[in-house]
């Protein structure tokens, strides 16, 4: 009789999680037309500019060999003070302004890297993480391999609302809880998956809100904004971080991967004074810093004045996609009584909402028509934390990023006659 190997809870508590199950599904079915996977178009990947960088990084033997070497655990120092410039010029403002400096700027394995090192420094298992609902599901698995309890708060079609924050934080200290609660968590631009931007006032309202709720311990915001760059024919709007004055609040994370390479693999995280010490000796002890070539490359792309160049063609090539699927789900999704999508105007996503009585689950018929007919989609149920507010199972997030318009359109045609299908079958 084989001994079984005793693994620790952690692991009990990461298994089972969605992402896992729909890239098996994905890599089983090669054939499958794939509107679930948020990567980017390999068309778009900057093979030219990123050969440019590499050759200029290992030009110089001096450069080679210091990028070729272990760097410091928060990262290259020229590539953190361009990070520290370029948010500060986003913002409107300074970084004398916004009290940072770059011993606040944490470069990571990708802003995935960012969360996690978060995650670990700040939750002990049945802590309260608020995140609104929907929200990114990756988020919630990380959540779940910490031991971390995930609670909605209720979010419309401009985000997260700020009244709803209030009344779950109200219901959190009634039932004793408050002082479990120690993150808020906010995708801010283009969301994952519903596809919103905060508004403005919005957002200073959510900061001051956390901020004079910090009564039972201190609350910090994750301000996730990974697609922060990736906006369609609308204006830039300030980070939550530029709303928090006296910087103790926002933990801003970003990220070059949906803006140049996820191969690059260089993420970041500004963090408040408090956060950077624990963050960087965790980071330490896994993995004496992120891939010190890859931020030299990065280094490179920016004083190449190469980044702004790759976005805008990032931008042209993702809004064309977007109109194709939005083109397709006008010509097939449209004429099916109640189904419905919003307008995303950025970002990789649309969110559509299905009729009450049809489940999008992984487990329900749709799903399966779905997958027959050659698409496949992430049920929106995932999308939900298991707190707080009521999952909705009759949601889907599509992606436009991978696929192009001819298979955009084939996917949406393939989603909608599956929907039709068990609308005869159920005689909705």
């Known amino acids: 009789m084989a001994i079984q190997t005793p693994l620790s809870q952690r692991v009990a508590w990461a298994g089972n999680q ?44 001096r450069v080679a060999r210091t990028a070729l070497q272990y760097g410091s655990t928060p990262g290259l120092p020229e590539l953190r003070e361009a990070v520290l410039e ?14 940072l400096g770059v011993e606040n700027v944490v470069l990571t394995a990708g802003s995935n890297q960012l969360l996690h090192l978060v995650a670990e420094v700040l939750l002990d298992p049945g802590d309260i993480v608020l995140c609104a609902a929907p929200t990114y599901f990756v988020f919630l698995g990380l959540l779940a391999g910490v031991g971390a309890r995930a609670v909605g708060v209720a979010a419309d079609e401009q ?96 990220t070059f991967s949906k803006s140049f390479s996820p191969g690059i693999r260089v993420g970041w995280g500004v963090l408040p004074p408090a956060l950077v010490d624990p963050v960087c000796e965790l980071k330490g002890n896994m993995d004496f810093g992120s891939a010190c070539f890859n931020q030299h490359v990065m280094a490179a792309v920016l004083r190449l004045d190469a980044f702004e160049p790759q976005v805008a063609v990032l931008r042209k090539h993702y809004e064309a996609k977007m109109t194709a699927m939005l083109a397709a789900a006008d010509e097939y999704l449209a004429p099916i009584e109640g189904v419905r999508w919003n307008v995303p105007l950025g970002g990789l996503y649309v969110w559509l909402q299905l009729p009450e009585w049809l489940d999008a689950g992984i487990d329900a018929p749709l799903f399966g028509r779905a997958m027959a007919g050659g698409v496949l989609y992430v049920p929106g149920e995932y999308c939900f934390p298991a707190e707080g507010v009521p999952r909705r199972s009759h949601t889907i997030r599509l992606s436009f990023g991978v696929q192009n318009a001819p298979r955009l359109r084939c996917g949406v045609a393939a989603l909608a006659e599956a929907i039709r299908a068990l609308q005869t079958t159920f005689g909705a």
């Open 18 to 61: 969605p992402i896992s199950r729909l890239m098996h599904l994905a890599l089983a079915r090669p054939e499958l037309i794939s509107l679930a996977a948020g990567f980017v178009d390999p068309q778009t990947l900057p093979v030219e500019t990123t050969a440019r960088a590499v050759e200029t990084v290992l030009s110089d033997p």
């Open 86 to 99: 370029r948010l500060a010029a986003a913002d409107r403002t300074t970084a004398a302004a916004m009290r």
């Open 159 to 254: 985000g997260l609302i700020p009244a709803a924050l209030e009344e779950q934080l109200q219901r959190l200290q009634a039932s004793g809880e408050l002082p479990r609660v120690k993150t808020l968590y906010v995708t801010s631009y283009h969301d994952n998956p519903s596809n919103v931007t905060l508004p403005v006032e919005r957002r200073a309202q959510i900061v001051e809100i956390v901020k004079r709720w910090s009564i039972q311990g201190h609350i910090y915001i994750i301000e996730d904004a990974a697609y922060r760059e990736l906006r369609y024919g609308q204006s830039d709007v300030p980070s939550l971080r530029s709303f928090d004055s006296e910087g103790d609040t926002v933990i801003l994370a970003e």
